[in-house]
């Protein structure tokens, strides 16, 4: 089957680093997604990769590893506007998008 | 500013009824996309369309119906409502290349008594 794992839920403090890792296991791989979304709000695309390696996006990177099926969303420089909740997707071989339940991040003062 | 509409934020029903749940985007997308959302699940597939007149089943598609009778708005149809449809409904769109960039709506709130 296919599986997409994120911690559910993680705290931080404003002004620090936070790193939210996703593990996945699909059918073929064209792409891992992170989306970033408000309480009550739309998601929000936050980063794209498709290759190994970090990207880089302001405060927001976004790593990427395909032998070991893993991504991370690193966030820098915490504002508690950062608060919401992040997602982590995988573009299967279908081009269809498997998502992950999700990253509850609380950020503390 | 883009935007995809979703008629309804909140909606409650009862048990029977018949649900429609419409959404617009301005942008011109082929793709779009219906999801329900619950707490602890990933978002799930219900319906996908890549062209009018177009649709094609999703990973949830029972107990769902989809029509996209103009290019701009893709409705989704709960023939008749239970309780365990109740959910955060999710409309989104993208351009026709895969890139997985999806645009959301802000979601439809469906409470079934």
């Known amino acids: 089957g296919q599986n997409i794992d994120q911690p559910t839920e993680m705290t931080a403090t404003e002004g620090a680093i936070v790193q939210i890792n996703c593990t996945y296991q699909?059918?073929?791989?064209?792409?891992l997604f992170w989306y970033q979304q408000h309480a009550g709000e739309a998601p929000t695309f936050l980063s794209y990769?498709?290759l190994d390696g970090l990207e880089e996006k302001g405060r927001f990177s976004s790593f990427l590893s395909r032998s070991k099926g893993y991504s991370y969303l690193l966030l820098k420089e915490l504002q508690m506007k950062d608060s919401a909740s992040y997602l982590c997707?995988?573009?299967?071989?279908?081009?269809?998008?498997?998502w992950g339940a999700g990253t509850k991040l609380i950020i503390k003062p | 500013d883009v935007k995809v509409t979703q008629s309804s934020r909140y909606l409650v029903k009862r048990t029977g009824e018949k649900v429609f749940l419409e959404c617009v985007q301005d942008m011109d997308h082929e793709n779009m996309f219906w999801y329900r959302q619950d707490p602890g699940l990933g978002l799930r597939l219900i319906y996908f369309s890549y062209d009018v007149k177009m649709k094609e089943k999703g990973d949830i598609p029972e107990g769902y119906s989809v029509s996209r009778e103009k290019k701009e708005r893709f409705s989704l149809i709960l023939e008749s409502a239970s309780t365990n449809q109740t959910s955060m409904y999710l409309c989104?769109?993208?351009?026709?290349?895969?890139?997985?960039?999806?645009?959301f709506g802000e979601g439809s709130r469906l409470t079934v008594l």
């Open positions: 997707a995988v573009m299967d071989s279908n081009y269809q998008l498997i």
């Open positions: 990769n498709v």
């Open positions: 989104a769109s993208s351009p026709p290349q895969d890139t997985g960039e999806l645009f």
């Open positions: 699909t059918s073929g791989f064209n792409g």
